[in-house]
């Protein structure tokens, strides 16, 4: 089970960090992704970074504003978004997978249940 935290309203130019934390102790096996949803289209690529921490990969509209990162030993996983736009609103999902890089949302074996992120102008 994946639950997403963090979300919320901010300002533009602001910051939020997101988190997301799993219950099984088998976290330290999986990549982990971040993907986002605007109103009525599919879940997006955002950032994925593989078990060990070693190798990320962030989609080019986060680039140099969103890092993904994560803590192994408290099975979480991070995303912190700085210069935040109003074009990042969206819901915020987690995604686990077994493989690295993981671009596509149908590679990913379990998911979050998602995080508003909303952000005013």
């Known amino acids: 089970q994946l639950v997403e935290s963090g979300g919320g309203l901010v300002q533009a130019g602001g910051s939020l960090r997101l988190s997301c934390t799993a219950s099984?102790?088998?976290?330290?096996?999986?990549?982990m992704g971040w993907f986002r949803q605007f109103p009525g289209q599919g879940r997006l690529f955002v950032a994925t970074?593989?078990?060990?921490?070693?190798?990320?990969r962030l989609s080019d509209s986060v680039k140099g504003r969103f890092t993904i990162s994560r803590d192994n030993a408290k099975n979480t996983v991070y995303l912190q978004m700085n210069n935040l736009k109003p074009e990042d609103t969206a819901v915020y999902y987690c995604?686990?997978?077994?493989?690295?890089?993981?671009?596509?949302?149908?590679?990913?074996?379990?998911w979050g249940q998602g995080t508003q992120v909303t952000v005013s102008s």
């Open positions: 995604a686990a997978g077994q493989s690295f890089p993981l671009l596509a949302g149908a590679r990913y074996d379990y």
């Open positions: 970074i593989d078990q060990n921490a070693t190798r990320t």
């Open positions: 099984e102790r088998t976290f330290s096996f999986y990549s």
